[in-house]
């Protein structure tokens, strides 16, 4: 059974950061490129980036490009998501997804970004 964790959600003000991690069992995890999205209540789905099986690679949307950092840790199966300088428009639930067929979601965490 493939499971996605995603943790490390929260209230944040404004030009703070978080660091979300997603934790990856029941696939071979360095096999598969890995994804973040976000959505925010009333809004589609957003990518937020993504990264290359052993981590070579990163992509990222323009808006988040600067900001937003994706790592991998092969060894703990695990992608994180680094943001920084957070604003409230960031504010929203966030997910990690297998860039695989079938593809698998977590649950995601909620990040609230607010004074």
């Known amino acids: 059974q493939v499971q996605l964790v995603e943790s490390g959600g929260g209230l944040v003000q404004p030009g703070g950061s978080l660091r979300l991690s997603c934790v990856v069992s029941?696939?071979?995890?360095?096999?598969?490129?890995m994804r973040w999205y976000r959505q925010a209540p009333g809004k589609e789905r957003e990518w937020v980036g993504s990264?290359?099986?052993?981590?070579?690679?990163?992509e990222y949307p323009d808006s988040m490009k600067g900001r937003f950092t994706i790592a991998r840790d092969n060894a703990r199966n695990t992608v994180y998501l680094q943001m920084n300088s957070l604003k409230p428009e960031d504010t929203a639930r966030y997910f990690c997804n297998t860039v695989s067929a079938p593809e698998y979601w977590g649950q995601g965490t909620q990040v609230t970004v607010s004074s």
């Open positions: 990264i290359s099986p052993f981590g070579a690679t990163a």
């Open positions: 029941g696939l071979s995890f360095r096999a598969y490129s």
